[in-house]
Every structure is written in C-alpha cells, then in structure tokens.
C-alpha cells in the first residue's frame, strides 16, 4: 500500500534509544532517562483548580473557538506586556494553538507550498524540518553557530545564494537542541534583513522564560518593526509545566494570524475549553511560575555540568533551554551519536538524545534533558564516570 507526505520520512533514530530503555526497565535495571524532553515539573496547583471546576460545567463541553476564547487571548496579551513590553491586539494579533507543533505545522500549510523554499537552523527541532516537508517546500539548512555575527551572515548568504529565494526564515532561541542563545540586538537586525528581502520571520520561542545566569531570552516581536514580517510561537509546555495540556499561541503579524485562523476554522474546534479557562487563569494569577520553574532547571543545570566536569567531560554551561548540548567526548567520536548512546543505556543506565537524530549537523553530540532531580541527575553522572572509562 502507497502513502503520502511520510514515505520519505527517516527512521525516528529516538525510537532505537527509547527501546533499548524500555528493554533494560523489563529486565529490572534502573535507567536513568535524560533523553526525551518531556517536564517532570507539575503544572501549577492552580492550573489543576480551575481544570476541573471548569469541565464540571456542562455549557464547557461543547465545542469551542478554533482560536481560543477572548479571556484566553487577553491573558496572553497580557503576559507579553508584562514579560517583554510588547503590545498585541488579542483580537487580531493572538490565535491559539493545539500545542506549538500543531501551530507550526499548519502554519507552514499557509506559508509555503511545493516549490517554495524555506530557510530553517541545523541541527534542529526535527519538526522545524518536517512541516515544511510536509508542505511540499524545500528546506535550505543554516548551520547554527554560538557566534551570533556567524550566524546571521550564514543567514544572510543562505538567503542570497538559495533559488528560489526563500520565502521563509525558521528561527528558535533559546535553540532546541543545541541551546544557542542570542540578544535583542540580533533579533533586530534579523526582522530588518526580513523587511529589507520581504521574507517571513517565524520564532518559535518555545523556551522564552527557561534563561540562566541573568539572562533573559528576548522576544523577536520585542525589535522595531518585528510585526511586519514576523510571527512567534509562545507555548505553556515549558514555562507552566503543562506538556499534556497541549496549550500554546502564535502572536505577532495580523495577515498571518488571519490567515492561520482561516485554516484552522476548517481543521478544528480549539482546545478543549476547560484546559482554554484553566490556562486563562493560570496566566493571570501565577505569573510567578515561570520563575519558579526556571530556578529549578539551573539548579539541575549546575548539578549536571559540575558532575560532568567531575568525571572529565567538560561541556559548555547553557544560557537557555532545558537540555545541556554535548560533545561526544574525543576517545568515543568515531561511535557516531547513535552507537554512543546506545551503548550509555547498556553501560551507565543513563538515556540521551543522540545528536544525529536533530539532522546531520547534530552527530557528534548528545542532549541531556534536565528531567530529573539533582539525586538523579548526580547518580547519572557516577554512572557515566564508571561507564567512560577511556575519560580517567
């Protein structure tokens, strides 16, 4: 049987290091999973109130706005005001979303068709090259650099020497997986390279408040002028620990709102209107969640690069994200990501990503997710220290 759009995806290579975890946990070994990206935080005590007052209320059963109730969407505003000084109409500059994955993908659906080109970072978040797949464009890569000014002129050449020009630009920061950061100023003179080339801007900002050390990632909407070509996906996953819940927005260009609105008119009904009050509320009265969150994910973060540097392993402190990105240390690099992560879940009982598994630009590296509590995560790197023995 023939199928479309997913014949030539490649194997998920996360799935070869997901079942090796689940084969040793069968055969009552402890693995340590710091692999898939998934919050191990709770949501908000407030979240879960309001969730289930809301569903006890039968008029919330029925189907609701495909993009999001008017309380939902001035909460959002809101939030932005608050967080980033960054005034939204909610009426026509904030849609919902179905999660940030559901956003991005179908808005790749009104941007780009086949013959299109779109330009997205490598490594990266595997459905920033995906959705545009699926939309039938063709994906042009910028190798991402921690050096903003090499970014932005790969950026800039990749654009130039691209044919057909591209139509769009996918950006991240903090970056998933490699956890590049950058500054307002870089935001600024991207949305002015957009509005000079007439290209589309979109961020998907998914680690907006997840900044350490003082660092505190900027919004793209937050440059001069961002509104006129750029969009930016804002999701709860991360700041509010609310994974499941499936609750995030896109904000910014009023023409791409719309148009994004029109599509998902005829594709659904919005998130079910319970978890859209519950998410309202939660915006509005625990807006110190996000920092509460984000004091964790250092703390872990420090626990991590400390026990790290203790067995040998030096990897680079991250400004941003939940992951930490790693060099497969220089005595395994010729494994390859897969065979090398493969071979921790056997030896350490610790689970990575493999770095292949974000692109080709990702092998070479590892992601460690920052998943589980300091216990487990000092307790991860003692068995990575017995395990690389080559690293004493």
């Known amino acids: 049987m023939e199928f479309r759009r997913i014949n030539g995806l490649p194997p998920y290579v996360f799935t070869i290091i997901d079942s090796l975890k689940v084969e040793a946990r069968r055969a009552g070994e402890d693995v340590i999973d710091l692999g898939f990206g998934n919050p191990d935080l709770p949501s908000p005590?407030?979240?879960?109130?309001?969730?289930?007052?809301?569903?006890?209320?039968?008029?919330?059963?029925?189907?609701?706005?495909?993009?999001?109730?008017?309380?939902?969407?001035?909460?959002?505003?809101?939030?932005?005001?608050?967080?980033?000084?960054?005034?939204?109409?909610?009426?026509?500059?904030?849609?919902?979303?179905?999660?940030?994955?559901?956003g991005f993908s179908h808005l790749m659906w009104v941007l780009l068709q086949a013959g299109d080109s779109v330009l997205v970072p490598a490594p990266s978040y595997p459905i920033h090259l995906f959705a545009p797949l699926f939309a039938g464009a063709n994906v042009r890569e910028m190798p991402l650099s921690n050096d903003q000014e090499t970014f932005l002129e790969t950026l800039q050449d990749r654009f130039e020497y691209s044919w057909p020009r591209p139509r769009v630009i996918v950006l991240s920061f903090p970056h998933n997986p490699t956890t590049t950061c950058v500054d307002l100023d870089f935001m600024q003179r991207v949305v002015d390279f957009a509005r000079e080339k007439d290209v589309i801007l979109v961020h998907d900002f998914a680690y907006a408040d997840l900044g350490y050390d003082g660092y505190m990632p900027p919004s793209i909407l937050e440059a001069d002028g961002a509104k006129e070509v750029a969009v930016e996906l804002y999701s709860m996953t991360k700041s509010y620990s609310m994974a499941g819940w499936r609750v995030a927005f896109m904000v910014g260009n009023p023409q791409i709102v719309a148009a994004l609105q029109k599509l998902k008119s005829y594709l659904d009904y919005g998130t079910f209107q319970p978890v859209q009050i519950a998410a309202t509320v939660t915006m509005n009265e625990a807006p110190e969640y996000p920092d509460q969150a984000r004091e964790v994910y250092e703390s872990r973060r420090n626990t991590l690069i400390d026990g790290l540097a203790r067995i040998g392993w030096d990897v680079p402190a991250p400004r941003g994200t939940m992951f930490t990105w790693a060099k497969i240390p220089e005595p395994y690099e010729e494994m390859g990501s897969v065979e090398f992560a493969s071979m921790l879940v056997r030896e350490a009982g610790v689970a990575l990503s493999p770095g292949v598994g974000f692109g080709p630009g990702g092998e070479g590296h590892v992601r460690f997710a920052l998943i589980e509590n300091e216990q487990r995560i000092n307790q991860a790197t003692r068995n990575l220290g017995r395990a690389l023995t080559k690293l004493g």
Not at 81 to 91: A, I, K, W
Request: proline share 3%.
């Open 45 to 102: 005590d407030i979240a879960v109130e309001k969730l289930v007052e809301a569903a006890q209320n039968s008029r919330n059963h029925r189907y609701s706005s495909s993009r999001g109730i008017p309380k939902l969407r001035e909460a959002v505003a809101t939030l932005y005001e608050r967080r980033f000084g960054v005034t939204l109409d909610p009426d026509s500059e904030v849609i919902n979303t179905i999660g940030a994955k559901e």
